[in-house]
């Protein structure tokens, strides 16, 4: 079973609206880490957010902000009014505790285009 | 600060041959993870090694190979490369013990 699912596919949008970017993931586990990262076109993957699963604040960094719920165990992540340099494929990330502690479980991501 | 650097960017193998991918981690990470991702997928996890040694692996054969130096660097060795195998190669870092994992640019290997 997936243990991360983005259902979103493609994302289209135009420039200045708010986009979010669904993430629901599985896990039996009480203690495990969840994660945002960025992968524009030259491929690295940027790091942009880590939650721990006992830390259910909101957060907000600029013009991102992320929204972790544990009853839907959804992580989502929204772009407020987005940019062009903000199409990119985002991938959200799992992490277990135990002996997978360390390992990445990454959904299959979401192609977001912003359109000037 | 260097991040994390890869070598080389691109490669091109032919089918059955072997091909080894190289990885420095950033500065104070002793920790190494290497993804393998195909084209529109997610990264898969191949291994991680620490202290010079494969700690965990992901669901991956044999063929795929591992080491890491003590200056905390790796390499992964993939043999009897198949067409299946093209992709992009992501190493990985983080120090012990944290789990935020900085990311090299990848490898982008071709099997034709």
């Known amino acids: 079973a997936q243990k991360v699912t983005q259902a979103q596919t493609e994302i289209s949008v135009v420039e200045k609206e708010d986009v979010t970017l669904d993430c629901v993931y599985e896990t039996r586990d009480t203690t495990y880490y969840l994660f945002w990262y960025k992968q524009p076109p030259s491929g690295e993957l940027v790091f942009l957010i880590r939650?721990?699963?006992?830390?259910?604040q909101n957060e907000i960094s600029g013009r991102y902000s992320w929204n972790f719920q544990k009853s839907t165990s959804s992580f989502n992540f929204t772009i407020t009014a987005s940019q062009v340099v903000d199409s990119a494929v985002y991938f959200c990330a799992l992490s277990e505790g135990g002996s997978t502690l360390g390992r990445l479980y990454f959904g299959r991501g979401t192609q977001l285009t912003v359109w000037p | 600060d260097a991040g994390v650097t890869q070598s080389p960017t691109h490669l091109i193998k032919t089918r059955g041959q072997q091909v080894t991918l190289r990885c420095s981690p950033k500065?104070?990470?002793?920790?190494v993870s290497w993804y393998q991702q195909a084209l529109g997928q997610g990264p898969q996890f191949i291994f991680q090694?620490?202290?010079?040694?494969?700690?965990q692996r992901g669901n991956f054969p044999d063929r795929f190979s591992g080491h890491q130096f003590p200056n905390y660097s790796s390499e992964l060795n993939v043999n009897a490369l198949l067409l299946g195998d093209s992709a992009l190669y992501l190493c990985?870092?983080?120090?012990?013990?944290?789990?935020?994992?900085?990311f090299g640019p990848g490898t982008r290997l071709t099997v034709t």
């Open positions: 090694y620490y202290e010079e040694e494969e700690r």
């Open positions: 939650r721990n699963s006992f830390d259910e």
């Open positions: 500065s104070g990470h002793d920790t």
């Open positions: 990985a870092s983080s120090r012990t013990a944290t789990y935020e994992q900085y």
